[in-house]
């Protein structure tokens, strides 16, 4: 049994939902060996998240930050968090709803997703910049 | 230390939340002897999802489909990715709002959760069909 | 490589989200000398959750209770599990939208959490009393 850990950025990214999954597993490679296990990755961040969604057609990306703006609506007359522009409140929610890390199963020393599930880095800030991403995998 | 992993289906549920605590801790049984850690439980699809909720009172998870049928609707005209039927796009925002994965402490060889607690699968489909499950445990 | 467990309650929380970052690290102490891992932390209640967001401004905290009762609104006319008050069920909502666990990277015998991340106690009923968490840590 072993623990490996990985700190990284993810480069910047307009507002929306993103597939990152490649970006991702390039950035950890082999698992420095684990094979079966999970592995942990988190966003380090308030203002994004990280969640599993489908990985092929780009529309559900698209709807995703529809349905998003209109869950979490920007400028609500009664915020009192506002200074930091009206797009950051509704992100700090988001971010929650859609959680800071996701777990998946380390299997044949390959991430086991299902057949169309991706990794997406939501990005709830108009110009939220590179984020920082830190990869636990636990396992042998 | 040790990691054990299993992967099964789940038979096919209606549209709505469904208590599966009981057929997914037969599936894993006694954790192949491992007494104290986490057994992490992801479903490998983007229109389902897991969570932790409420495992009384049925009513509960009949007030769940009603809110999250609200909260993610149907239809509506914005929506892009319509192909796969009306229910299609909704069942994948609902999948991440609750996750594709539960974390569960491993305590005296079982699933550590709190009185009322239980594991929900979410199928958000109407005709999701069976789905397909991958379970961790790691610990001693 | 092992595995440490801790179970402790949390003091009673109005109704809101609440930094409980310091009241569980205090907790938990130096993780019994794990440097390197992952942290498992799980609210054993259906009406609460946890969620990593915004550590620094508590004007967030303010506008998160805000927007969760716009979320799940109280005394809609199609609630069927009503006995428990009007608070609870909107609160077993809430609490699968935050989610009931967070797991957080162990790095360098510290939660390696980002600069303005905390942990939140979600608490959704008017009374929640002390609440029960399992915290669970492997590496080595």
Known sequence: MRVEQWSFSLGAKPRGFHLVTDEIARKIGDFRGITTGICHIIIQHTSAGLTLNESADPDVRTDFAQIFDRLVPENEPYYVHTLEGSDDMPAHVKSSLVGAS??????????????WQGVYLCEHRNRGGSRRIVATAIGE
Do not use: Y
């Open 102 to 115: 996701v777990t998946v199963p380390i299997t044949g020393g390959r991430l086991n997703l299902g057949t």
